[in-house]
């Protein structure tokens, strides 16, 4: 019984599309997150969405929008796709004594 | 320089050797996390640390708030320990983890 989802677990695209990836998690966490990890494998915070609360960490382009349905997702939506924006994307989601990453997805721009 | 610095960055050890991770960091903190990321990419959390130690099975986790350090202890390591290991540090609230480098650990049969 997955406790965080993500789908796809790889995407390939071109430059100038626009993509999505879905998370999911029925842990009943109030806070949920994305995260990247580039090719160094080096992790940074994209976002965190805490009952209706978004907190976006400034580097991140704006081209890159997470969207909130409800309590127990978090998308992330990214338009015009670039080179640079090659990662593994890792979502995850935390009460104040659990925190659960995804499985990630894997985004390869060409 | 990094709000969240580790050592060593690689790590090779023969099986059954204790295993001793460090990260230091230079912000304000509410919690601490070491994470555990297999080659398959799947990132695990071991331990939140907000003050003292914990332990869970071969593993245990130390933090000294005062002295913004904290250090990861493998006992009686095993070639599964094989795994990059995060520690990572969150400011507070709902705010996102500020990650270290990771320590790439080898462990040899």
Redesign the interface.
Same mark, same amino acid.
Do not use: C, W
């Given at each position: 019984d997955t406790a965080v989802s993500q789908t796809p677990k790889y995407l390939v695209t071109q430059m100038g599309n626009d993509k999505s990836i879905k998370c999911e998690q029925n842990l009943g966490h109030d806070?949920m *997150?994305w *995260?990247k990890q580039d090719s160094k494998? +080096?992790?940074? $915070?994209? +976002?965190? *969405?805490?009952n209706k @609360?978004l $907190?976006i960490?400034e580097t991140v382009p704006n081209r890159f929008s997470p969207k909130s349905p409800d309590k127990a997702h978090l998308n992330l939506h990214i338009n015009s796709l670039e080179l640079g924006d090659s990662a593994?994307y +890792?979502c995850?989601s935390s009460s104040p @004594?659990?925190?659960?990453?995804g499985?990630?997805t894997r985004l390869t721009v060409t | 320089k990094n709000e969240v610095e580790q050592s060593p960055q690689n790590l090779t050890a023969q099986e059954g050797e204790f295993i001793t991770i460090n990260c230091s960091y230079s912000v304000g903190i509410s919690a601490l996390?070491w994470l555990q990321?297999h080659p398959g990419? =799947?990132?695990?959390?071991l331990f939140?640390l907000s003050s003292g130690k914990k332990k869970h099975g071969r593993l245990i986790a130390t933090i000294n708030i005062q002295e913004k350090h904290s250090s990861l202890h493998i006992t009686a390591s095993h070639p599964r320990d094989s795994a990059?290991y995060?520690c990572?540090v969150r400011r507070g609230?709902?705010?996102?983890?500020?990650?270290g480098? =990771?320590t790439h650990l080898i462990i040899q049969p």
């Open positions: 806070t *997150y *995260y494998k +080096f992790l940074k $915070i994209m +976002f965190s *969405y805490n @609360e $907190i960490n593994v +890792f995850a @004594e659990d925190l659960r990453f499985p990630g | 996390h990321q990419g =799947g990132i695990v959390s939140m990059v995060i990572a609230g709902a705010d996102g983890l500020t990650f480098k =990771g």
